[in-house]
C-alpha cells in the first residue's frame, strides 16, 4: 500500500528566505507527482505536476524535483513571500492496479512566511 | 462560472437527515472524483467516475451514495450519518481516464460538513 510522507509538519520562516519541502513515497511505481496548495478552509490549488519520466518542473518562483527511483520529491520556494502562506501537501498516483486516477497524499506542511 | 465548483460551502445536518452535495465542472472533463478531508488525516479518495461510470468505490460505507448524471456534474447523497462523518468534502475533475491516469486534477473549494 503506497503511503506518502511530508517533513517537516509545519515550517515557519522569515520573508525573503528560500526553503524546501520534502516528500517521500514507499512504493516508486507511479505514473505522476502532484503538489497541491491549501489555504485554511478552501480547496486545492494545484502548483506543479512532475510525470514520471520527468525530473523537475519549474513554475515561477517554484521548482519541484522527483527522484522516483528513491522515492523523493522536493518542493523549492524561492524568496519566500508572506503570501505563500499555506499547507502544501504532495500526491502520487500510482501506476498498475485498476486504481486510475487515484491520488495518494501526505499530511502536508503547514508552511508560515512571516514578514 | 469557471473551474470547479461546490454547493452548499457549508452543511450541518442532523444524523437522520437527508442531503445531498454537488459538484459542476466548467473544464470539458471527463473524469471526476469525490475526497474526504479530517482533521489530522491525510485527503481520502472516496470515489471516482469516468465518462460517468463508478471507476472507484475506496471502501466507503453505504451511508455516501455518488451519482454522476453526467461528466459535468456529480453528486454525494448522504443518509443518516455519524458525528464522524464531519469533514471538508471535496470534489475534483480531470481529463477522462481513457488512455492513463496520469492527468492533473483540479479541486473545488469543498463542502464543510458538521454531522451533529
Known amino acids: 500500500k503506497q503511503e506518502v510522507t511530508q517533513i517537516p509538519a509545519a515550517l515557519s520562516v522569515p520573508e525573503g528566505e528560500n526553503l524546501v519541502l520534502n516528500c517521500s513515497f514507499t512504493?516508486?511505481?507511479?505514473?505522476?507527482l502532484q503538489w497541491f496548495r491549501q489555504d485554511p478552509g478552501k480547496g486545492l490549488t494545484s502548483l506543479l505536476l512532475?510525470?514520471?519520466?520527468?525530473r523537475e518542473q519549474t513554475s515561477g518562483r517554484l521548482n519541484a524535483s522527483l527522484d522516483k527511483s528513491s522515492g523523493r520529491s522536493t518542493l523549492y520556494i524561492a524568496a519566500s513571500q508572506p503570501g505563500d502562506s499555506a499547507t502544501y501537501l504532495c500526491?502520487?498516483?500510482?501506476?498498475?492496479?485498476?486504481?486510475?486516477?487515484?491520488?495518494?497524499f501526505g499530511q502536508g506542511t503547514i508552511l508560515t512566511v512571516h514578514p | 462560472e469557471t473551474g470547479v465548483t461546490q454547493t452548499p460551502r457549508h452543511l450541518v445536518m442532523g444524523m437522520t437527515n437527508k442531503k445531498s452535495l454537488k459538484c459542476e465542472q466548467h473544464?470539458?472533463?471527463?473524469?471526476m472524483y469525490w475526497y474526504k478531508q479530517s482533521a489530522k488525516k491525510p485527503l481520502e479518495l472516496m470515489f471516482v467516475?469516468?465518462?460517468?461510470?463508478?471507476?472507484e468505490n475506496n471502501s466507503v460505507p453505504s451511508r455516501f451514495s455518488p451519482e454522476c448524471p453526467n461528466s459535468s456534474h456529480l453528486f454525494l447523497h448522504l443518509h443518516t450519518l455519524q458525528p464522524e462523518d464531519s469533514a471538508l468534502y471535496l470534489c475534483?475533475?480531470?481529463?477522462?481516464?481513457?488512455?492513463?491516469?496520469?492527468?492533473?486534477?483540479?479541486f473545488g473549494p469543498g463542502t464543510r460538513l458538521t454531522v451533529t
Open positions: 475534483a475533475s480531470s481529463q477522462g481516464l481513457r488512455r492513463g491516469p496520469g492527468y492533473e486534477q483540479y
Open positions: 512504493d516508486s511505481a507511479i505514473y505522476n
Open positions: 512532475i510525470q514520471s519520466s520527468q
Open positions: 500526491a502520487v498516483v500510482n501506476a498498475g492496479g485498476t486504481s486510475y486516477g487515484k491520488l495518494t
Open positions: 473544464l470539458g472533463h471527463n473524469a
Open positions: 467516475y469516468n465518462f460517468k461510470e463508478q471507476t
